[in-house]
């Protein structure tokens, strides 16, 4: 028997591989092992879906360049293939009756308050608030307006479905409906020890250098408090010395003050003693031999008879007028008076 050619061994070899290429997509339909881009997306296509009763009907595609291929229906448990669940982003197709398309003509100034003012016309043009739904936009400028086509998706609509569909391991990043994509949340990857363990010794390195400075801080605080308690018993004995220094020195001046003036004293002394009852000084004035006072009493004019007889006085007189007060029926002077030597 002669061998197979060599063209004849490379056709044998070639209609095995592609056996086994068919056999691979059969088993993994989303793995196109022939055509080596990379897969955009797994997406999640819901053609029925109701809490009671149950009820989940559907898809499971993958996309890649641009077309689907199916791998998997929806209506009970669903296990998705391994590696599927790597695929990102996860879509989520509603049908249309999930969703609302809605359109506002905005003013072209609202572009820099965009998000606010959605807000607040949320609740005008459907029956939920803004933090009720998820929504995305397609913005067209139309002279002065701008012109806004909303999709939207109530959050109490597709919530039990992110529910459902949490329990087949399948967390949908972005949701989309005829032409509109609604963007969710991210998807969490999955930590890398390796970073995290390296975050934690730099968080640690960086508060051991925030906290090293302080730390000094406080050990020199310490010991200037325990040098400063020691140091209570010697300041507690000055303070005892001061005080008795400025209670000497008062005295001193007391006594130097009494000595200069103890002449004016004993002249104020005379002029009181020398005044009757019923009379009291409003301002007095006193030099080294001259003596001016004003006040009220009841019989003015007699003060210069009493002044006159006292041997400390001469020359007393009247000073202006004297008034008369009827509110207090007295009589109001100003008397000059020279002291005796």
């Known amino acids: ?28 339909p989303w793995l196109d092992v022939r055509n080596s881009a990379p897969p955009e997306a797994l997406v999640i296509e819901v053609g029925e879906f109701s809490v009671k009763p149950p009820l989940l009907t559907g898809s499971i595609l993958v996309r890649r360049g641009g077309r689907e291929v199916f791998i998997a229906a929806l209506g009970g448990p669903v296990a998705l293939p391994s590696g599927a669940e790597a695929l990102s982003p996860i879509g989520l197709r509603l049908p249309k009756a999930m969703t609302l398309r809605r359109t506002l003509v905005l003013p072209s100034k609202a572009i820099k308050y965009l998000k606010t003012a959605i807000g607040f016309e949320m609740d005008r043009i459907t ?21 806004l086509s909303l999709l939207i998706v109530p959050r109490l609509t597709v919530q039990p479905l992110f529910v459902a569909l949490s329990k087949m391991d399948i967390t949908p990043s972005f949701i989309e409906s005829g032409s509109g994509i609604v963007q969710l949340r991210r998807r969490i990857k999955p930590p890398n020890p390796v970073r995290t363990t390296l975050w ?13 400075p302080v730390l000094q801080q406080q050990r ?23 005080q008795e220094l400025a209670t000497a020195e008062l ?30 000084l409003t301002s007095l004035t006193m030099t080294s031999n001259e003596i001016t006072f004003s006040g009220e009493s009841s019989d003015a004019a007699h003060l210069i008879l009493v002044l006159s007889a006292s041997p400390s006085f001469h020359d007393a007189s009247l000073i202006g007028p004297i008034t008369y007060s009827s509110i207090t029926a007295s009589e109001t002077f100003t008397i000059q008076a020279f002291i005796s030597e």
């Open 200 to 212: 934690f010794i730099c968080v640690f390195l960086g508060l051991c250098i925030a906290t090293i």
């Open 127 to 147: 029956p939920f608030s803004v933090a009720e739904v998820f929504y995305s936009y397609d913005l067209k400028r139309e002279r002065e307006n701008l012109k």
């Open 220 to 242: 020199h605080l310490n010991e200037l408090t325990h040098q400063l308690k020691s140091l209570a018993p010697e300041q507690k004995k000055l303070l005892v010395v001061h």
């Open 1 to 28: 028997m002669e061998s197979p050619t060599l063209a004849a061994r490379m056709s044998i070899e070639e209609t095995i591989c592609d056996w086994w290429l068919r056999q691979i997509h059969l088993a993994i």
């Open 251 to 280: 005295n001193r001046q007391i006594s130097e003050i009494s000595k200069e003036n103890a002449d004016e004293l004993r002249e104020l002394q005379i002029l009181t003693d020398a005044l009757p009852n019923g009379t009291w």
